[in-house]
Structures are given as C-alpha cells and as structure tokens.
C-alpha cells in the first residue's frame, strides 16, 4: 500500500504520520468542506486532498507569515521555490554566519520565504518563539534542510492538491468555529497544554483548556463534526488533562517510539488522545490503536475513497 502525500512545509509536530489513522474516522463522503484552524503544516488537509474527500478546504493557523506562505504555495509556488532556493544558497558563502542573518532580517520583515527556509534549517523544524515573538530557534549543524530541488517537488505538488479549492486564513481558530456550517467537518490539533499554558510558550500563541471546551460545545451543539488531537502520554508521564467524556469520545492511538527515544535508549511508548466527536463515533469507546492498525485502516480508507 503506498500513501505519499507532499508536505513542503517541516513542522514539529506535524500530524503526517497520523493523517490516516485520523482521515479513517470519516467514514462517508456527506462533508463538503475540511477546516483545519490549526493548520501548521497542514498534514491532515494534505492528505484529505490527496485522496479528493471534501469539495473544499480552510486552513487557519494564528502564525500569520506562515499563512502568507500556504497562499503563496497555492497561488504562486514557483515565486517561493524561487526565493527558498536563493535562501538556501547564501549558506555556502557564510554557513550558520547565514542563518542567523536570515533569522535577524524574519525577525524584522515576517517574509514567509524566510520562515520556510528558517524551517527547513533549525533544530527539529520546530518553531519557537521568545516572549517578545521573535523567532529565536537555532540552527541544525548537522543536517542542511530540504534541497531546493525536493523543495520546490514539494511545493508544487502541494500546489496542484490545493489550487483553487483551499483558502489560507491567518486568525485565532475561534471565529473558524462559530462560523463553521452544516456540512463542514474539523480537525483540530491545538498546541498540547504543556505547551499553551505556563513557561514553555513554543508557538507564538497557545489554547487554554477552558477554552478549547468552550470552541468543542460551540461545535457540539451546532451538531459539527470534529476529530481533535490533545492531550496524551509517554510512558508513566500525562501530559495535558483529559477532555471530559460529555465533549467527545476519547481513543488512544499507540504511536510507537520516536527514533530519537530509541537511540536514547527510552523504550517507553507514546499515546495519543484522538477525540471523536459524539456525531461521528460509532462503538469505538476508549480503542487503543497501534501504528499497525494505521495501516489496516489505511487500507480500509483507500478502499473507501
Ligand atoms: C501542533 S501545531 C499543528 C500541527 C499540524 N497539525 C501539522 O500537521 O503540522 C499547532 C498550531 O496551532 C497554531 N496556533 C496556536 N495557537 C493558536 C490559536 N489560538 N489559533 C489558531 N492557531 C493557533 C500554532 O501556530 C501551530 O502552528
């Protein structure tokens, strides 16, 4: 079975992995529109488009330069692929010296062309924020990032999947859900809590967890179906608290060991919190689901779609 989805952007956290497993709870074609209003890299959508199940797609995301760069990739990829590779290039002159140079000048001027290639180049492609929201992630010395060969691949296969059938909207992901429409379905993957609440800020903004029940009961009762990422665990380790049971089912996905964790030597094994809302879940009360099961799923879901 092969399931290759383009994914130009690198994002920590992306859901590239899992969109299977989540796309799998779809069970019918009755939804017209995918909105995802935590978009990042927008995995889930991706994947969605790839195999063509909603008519049209809204990506949110609070990160307004990484907005810009989602319209740029769905108007105007070569002008991107352009500007990545002209970024990329300045390396060789002055390694690292570059990076830092380009992160200054994002710093000042937001180019969403400078937070592809910032992406593309930091430690874990994760973004990170100081209090005052300047992007201060270092550079990766080991690896180089994406060539511009494969990224510019990537963005226009991004391209093609989204042209024409997908709006980029740069906006907290609450007026997302209070407009959201009889035959819309969301994915939601809020930053966890560990990371919207107390001193480990990493996205430039985060989601309390009051208010995360506050959007899901918006959603609830205008009867909108969700699937929603959030809290999980490593190990003996819970990070984030429970969604109670009256907003959505929860199912536990078994997403194995990081490869980083087993070089460690860390044999402990990582769930995940799926939450189904009560719409869309048929018996499938507190599942534990391993990566195997992804792809019996998978298969499932290819045949479906
Ligand atoms: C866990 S990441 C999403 C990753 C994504 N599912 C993917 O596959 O790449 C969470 C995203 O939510 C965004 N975010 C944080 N607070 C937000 C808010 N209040 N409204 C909208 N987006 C927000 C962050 O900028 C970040 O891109």
């Known amino acids: 079975m092969r399931f290759s989805v383009p994914h130009p952007i690198p994002y920590q956290g992306s859901k590239r992995r899992l969109a299977v497993a989540i796309l799998s709870h779809i069970r019918a074609r009755h939804y017209r529109r995918l909105i995802e209003p935590f978009a990042g890299s927008a995995a889930v959508t991706l994947a969605a488009a790839q195999k063509g199940i909603f008519s049209s797609y809204v990506i949110g995301d609070v990160l307004e330069p990484l907005i810009q760069l989602w319209q740029t990739v769905i108007e105007n990829p070569g002008r991107i692929a352009d500007q990545y590779e002209a970024l990329w290039l300045q390396e060789r002159a002055n390694p690292i010296g570059a990076y830092y140079e380009i992160r200054r000048e994002f710093n000042k001027d937001n180019d969403p062309a400078k937070l592809l290639y910032l992406l ?20 990766d010395k080991r690896r180089k990032g994406t060539r511009p060969p494969t990224m510019k691949a990537e963005l226009f296969a991004a391209h093609r999947l989204l ?54 009961a918006i959603l609830n009762e205008k009867r909108v179906p969700f699937v929603l990422s959030y809290d999980g665990y490593c190990g003996n380790r819970k990070y984030g608290e429970p969604l109670p049971e009256t907003i959505a089912h929860r199912i536990l996905l078994d997403v194995g060991r990081s490869s980083q964790a087993t070089l460690n030597g ?13 719409s869309i879940l048929q018996n499938q009360k507190h599942t534990i689901y391993s990566l195997e099961d992804f792809t019996a799923q998978a298969s499932l879901f290819n045949s479906l779609v």
């Open 163 to 216: 042209k024409g059938k997908c709006r980029a909207i740069s906006t907290d992901f609450l007026p997302l859900i209070q407009q959201a429409q009889q035959d819309d379905f969301f994915y939601l993957d809020p930053p966890y809590q560990g990371t919207s609440e107390g001193r480990d800020l990493r996205y430039i903004a985060g989601v309390s967890r009051q208010r995360m029940i506050e959007a899901l």
């Open 266 to 278: 860390n044999h402990d094994v990582t769930l995940e919190s799926l939450y189904v809302s009560h």
């Open 120 to 139: 593309a180049r930091c430690v874990k492609n994760a973004v990170r924020f100081n209090p005052s929201g300047e992007f201060n992630q270092s550079p």
